[in-house]
């Protein structure tokens, strides 16, 4: 199976960038897509996004849209998850994630987690003011 490890994560001032890594070890031709997920104290996961392993196609929920973009490196089998203009409310755990389904058909899923069958341990971002 597929084990993901991110990297990257730290304290960061409102208004920085920052790049989350994740690498991919174990991945097969059966691991379609990637993705980035969030979690705040005292909220629900977020699914940020997600991008086939193979095409680069990516999706995004509306609410993800505009300062959160996602890439992949094939050949390095790994996720890069790039953040720009961060807020105090982007603070959270993020997680990447690895699905054997296709970035196509999990943008339509009501919830995009059961999709996704491993996940990394997480990194954290605390962003400050």
């Known amino acids: 199976h597929v084990q993901l490890k991110e990297s990257g994560g730290g304290w960061v001032q409102a208004g920085d960038s920052l790049r989350l890594d994740c690498v991919a070890s174990g991945r097969t031709f059966n691991d379609r897509s990637g993705g980035w997920f969030r979690q705040a104290p005292g909220k629900e996961r977020e699914f940020i996004g997600g991008?086939?392993?193979?095409?680069?196609?990516?999706y995004y929920p509306d609410s993800m849209k505009g300062r959160f973009t996602i890439s992949r490196d094939d050949a390095k089998n790994t996720l890069y998850l790039h953040m720009n203009s961060l807020k105090v409310d982007d603070t959270a755990v993020y997680y990447c994630?690895?699905?054997?389904?296709?970035?196509?058909?999990?943008?339509?899923?009501?919830?995009?987690?059961?999709?996704?069958?491993?996940w990394g341990q997480g990194t954290q971002v605390t962003v400050s003011s």
């Open positions: 994630v690895d699905s054997t389904w296709l970035i196509e058909t999990i943008q339509h899923m009501r919830n995009p987690s059961e999709m996704f069958g491993f």
């Open positions: 991008i086939s392993w193979s095409e680069g196609t990516t």
